[in-house]
């Protein structure tokens, strides 16, 4: 750092001061080692012959403002021998002389004004000849590339940073320089007087070994090692002691001269020339900290800042704005249960004491019994307040300060808007009838094309027909077995019923309603020829003896296994059966005007429950225990597998549409499949508590009714939309209860009324009932 004119003038008018100053010299308990060190080419004046500055010269002010005063400047002149040896005897001198020596200036004396003058004025000489552009080499400097060569990161960085100035400009002044913040550097206090600094001589044994060093303050203790080395550089020998300066010389390159020059390369420019983009770099710094643009330093607020954890969420304040920030949980305000004085109704009675004591902590409403006392002096101090204070501390302490990110979403939000069940109007809301004369649980119905007629079979081995609209039973045809499944014939031009029980299916024609379609049938059946070459079948077809005839059996299939369903194919030639076993005929097809059978499956995979086919398509489901495959009929291939995502299906309908297909379970789910979105259930309900038994849909209303062993039978609005865009609406409307739970068993099987919005059911307390 360059310092100021006045701090320069002041220095020179301290220079008589020094020169006056006395010489003392005191025996020391190794006098001629002083005498050696004194005789230190280091601090004899041989830098020139007669003493002058001429080889030590310095920059000029114009030629330091180039360099910003970031260049060194040089080492500093030299004077007079005289000056020289007086500054040698007083000691402050010696120790500035050897420390500051390594630092690139020689031992310093008090310049004279004119010296002063000439270091101004005179300015480096630059090399003519040399290439490089170096600056001359001066005569008593030594070289400065050894200045961070010691330095060690590990060790207090304890050199004074002023820069490369003449220590005596600060003679007179309490500072010692300027920081890089352009604050002054103040000197060490020593306000020890010459004859402090005499005494202490004579006191202290190591004062010969003592050097100061002006340019950090401090005192320091040259050590046997130093002096060694001393001694060693003053006979002119090598610093180092291992040095051996006599080892025989290695020819590293060969005595013969080479055709080709290890390196011919030409110095490149920017080793000699400093770089211009650097200096611009350092010229650009210097004049944004001149204008005050860059802060070198930022002054630190000394004062300590302090945050309140558990303020209160104020918007302004730091923890207000942070998103992350948890407020304090506040503490219920005191109530009267709290008061010293607490109305009577608030205190415990015996009773109440004796079961708050008996409470677990965690259960207590309150964690302390109320007390009433005459007055505010007479309320001893609380027992547990420490131990509460605790455990406060602890809450606060111990709180999580991890938001967890909650939605705020409203309940209701989350309730699907569906539309008001009065909207959906009309569906069965009552019970109407009861048709009642089965003896044993009705395992089945089935409805007439025309909506007139009923079929039921029951585990009492009889098939009943009710007219609907009465609760009447029109016939009663006894079988062989308890009927498991029933199924009249859609096509309303023949008036045909198949029943399942025990190993056969048989078809009957109830000769019910109107003489021309059972007289159509009667041709149909009667008509039948026997081919010549009969095909071996699954099956067995029979016609009935005459005493079975006359009670309507117009058929009889006899099948290897039990059958447990029977279903219509919608054209009402073709009809199903189902034989729930692991062999390969689970399921078979039947032609009733050819009396024809086949096994449609080479192989089954799973246990078959229940089969449909498509209401217009030439489709086929099979519903296995767990999952629902489509056939195409015509391709004879699979074309889908649903996964009915529940553990076993009881029973399944196919929308009329054809599109949609719900499954019924006995782990208590209806599963509704849309054919066109994907192989997983649309939507699964759960509105029953036990096992589904059955399930349907009715063929007009947009309208699903699900039969279950808890006793009701829920229906359900599902509309399907045109738009495949748009997905089905589907809206449970309405319970229906009536049917008794017996052993367990509740409602068995479901069905809709073809053209009325009325829902019929069977139970498993022998009772049939229609809602409506």
């Known amino acids: 750092m360059l310092t100021s004119k006045t701090e320069r003038s002041g220095n020179m008018r301290g220079k008589a001061k020094s020169e006056t100053t006395y010489k003392l010299k005191r025996p020391a308990p190794n006098e001629e080692a002083v005498h050696e060190i004194e005789q230190l080419p280091l601090f004899n004046d041989e830098a020139g012959p007669d003493g002058s500055d001429e080889g030590d010269e310095d920059l000029t002010d114009s030629e330091e403002s180039v360099y910003s005063g970031l260049e060194d400047s040089g080492s500093d002149s030299e004077d007079d021998d005289e000056e020289e040896e007086a500054e040698m005897n007083s000691s402050a001198e010696v120790k500035s002389g050897i420390e500051t020596?390594?630092?690139?200036?020689?031992?310093?004396?008090?310049?004279?004004?004119?010296?002063?003058?000439?270091?101004?004025?005179?300015?480096?000489?630059?090399?003519?000849?040399?290439?490089?552009?170096?600056l001359e080499k001066q005569p008593g400097c030594p070289a400065l590339g050894g200045e961070y060569e010691e330095?060690?990161?590990?060790?207090?960085?304890i050199r004074n940073t002023v820069g490369n100035i003449p220590m005596e400009w600060y003679k007179d002044y309490p500072h010692i320089g300027y920081d890089l913040d352009g604050k002054k550097i103040?000197?060490?206090?020593?306000?020890?007087?010459?004859?402090?600094?005499?005494?202490?001589?004579?006191?202290?044994?190591?004062?010969?070994?003592?050097?100061?060093?002006?340019?950090?303050?401090?005192?320091?203790?040259?050590?046997?090692?130093?002096?060694?080395?001393v001694h060693r550089l003053q006979k002119g020998q090598f610093g180092d002691v291992s040095f051996n300066q006599y080892e025989p010389s290695i020819d590293f390159f060969s005595h013969e001269t080479m055709i080709h020059p290890v390196?011919?390369?030409?110095?490149?420019?920017?080793?000699?020339?400093?770089?211009?983009?650097?200096?611009?770099?350092v010229s650009r710094l210097v004049h944004a900290i001149k204008m005050g643009w860059i802060k070198p330093r930022k002054p630190k607020d000394?004062?300590?800042q302090y945050y309140d954890l558990w303020a209160k969420e104020d918007p302004n304040s730091i923890l207000g704005r942070h998103k992350m920030h948890v407020p304090a949980p506040k503490l219920k305000l005191p109530g009267h249960e709290e008061s010293y004085n607490p109305p009577p109704e608030y205190l415990l009675t015996e009773e109440e004491k004796l079961a708050w004591e008996q409470q677990e902590a965690e259960e207590r409403k309150l964690n302390f019994i109320p007390q009433k006392y005459s007055c505010l002096r007479a309320v001893p101090a609380f027992q547990r307040f420490i131990h509460e204070r605790f455990e406060r501390c602890l809450d606060l302490y111990l709180c999580p300060r991890q938001r967890k990110m909650r939605v705020n979403v409203d309940p209701e939000d989350l309730i699907p808007k569906l539309p008001k069940p009065k909207d959906l109007q009309p569906f069965p809301t009552t019970q109407s009838l009861v048709y009642r004369g089965h003896t044993n649980l009705v395992r089945c119905i089935s409805l007439s094309p025309c909506g007139q007629w009923l079929a039921s079979g029951s585990d009492d081995c009889t098939v009943r027909f009710w007219e609907v609209s009465s609760a009447r039973c029109m016939k009663t045809v006894e079988v062989e077995g308890a009927v498991k499944s029933i199924a009249w014939n859609p096509n309303p031009a023949l008036s045909l019923v198949a029943a399942s029980l025990e190993r056969c299916v048989v078809v009957l024609n109830p000769g019910m309603g109107d003489i021309l379609v059972s007289s159509v049938t009667e041709q149909l059946i009667s008509s039948y020829v026997e081919p010549e070459e009969e095909k071996t079948q699954a099956v067995q077809w029979v016609i009935p003896e005459t005493e079975t005839s006359e009670k309507g059996v117009r058929l009889i299939i006899r099948h290897p296994k039990s059958v447990k369903q029977v279903t219509w194919h919608g054209k009402g030639d073709y009809l199903a059966s189902v034989m729930p076993d692991n062999g390969n005929t689970q399921v078979l097809i039947h032609q009733l005007s050819k009396r024809r059978s086949q096994n449609p499956f080479r192989k089954n995979k799973g246990l078959v429950q229940c089969v449909a086919f498509h209401p217009s398509r030439p489709a086929f489901f099979v519903a296995t225990q767990r999952y629902v495959r489509v056939y195409n009929l015509i391709k004879q291939e699979l074309t889908k597998k649903l996964l009915a995502n529940c553990k076993?299906?009881?029973?399944?309908?196919?929308?009329?549409?054809?599109?949609?297909?719900?499954?019924?379970?006995?782990?208590?789910?209806?599963?509704?499949?849309?054919?066109?979105?994907?192989?997983?259930?649309?939507?699964?309900?759960?509105?029953?508590?036990?096992?589904?038994r059955g399930v349907a849909f009715h063929k007009s209303y947009p309208l699903f009714a699900s039969a279950s062993d808890d006793g009701t039978v829920i229906v359900c609005h599902g509309t399907v939309y045109n738009d495949l865009l748009q997905n089905p609406l589907i809206v449970p409307v309405k319970v229906l209860k009536g049917h008794e739970i017996t052993r367990d068993l509740g409602v068995l099987d479901v069905a809709f009324h073809p053209t009325q919005p009325w829902v019929f059911s069977s139970g498993a307390d022998s009772t049939i009932r229609l809602f409506t």
């Open 101 to 134: 020596a390594p630092q690139g200036q020689g031992a310093i004396g008090m310049p004279s004004k004119q010296q002063l003058k000439s270091k101004k004025s005179t300015s480096k000489k630059v090399n003519a000849g040399g290439e490089n552009g170096e």
């Open 151 to 157: 330095d060690s990161s590990d060790e207090e960085d």
């Open 186 to 229: 103040f000197k060490p206090i020593r306000n020890k007087d010459e004859l402090d600094e005499f005494l202490e001589k004579m006191d202290n044994p190591d004062y010969w070994r003592t050097v100061h060093d002006k340019k950090t303050g401090s005192d320091i203790r040259l050590t046997n090692e130093q002096i060694n080395l």
């Open 263 to 281: 390196t011919n390369r030409p110095e490149h420019k920017r080793s000699f020339i400093p770089s211009l983009i650097e200096k611009e770099k």
């Open 302 to 304: 000394s004062t300590p």
């Open 648 to 692: 076993w299906v009881s029973s399944m309908a196919i929308h009329p549409g054809g599109d949609n297909v719900i499954c019924g379970s006995y782990d208590s789910r209806l599963t509704w499949f849309d054919l066109d979105l994907s192989t997983k259930p649309y939507k699964v309900l759960r509105h029953h508590k036990k096992a589904l």
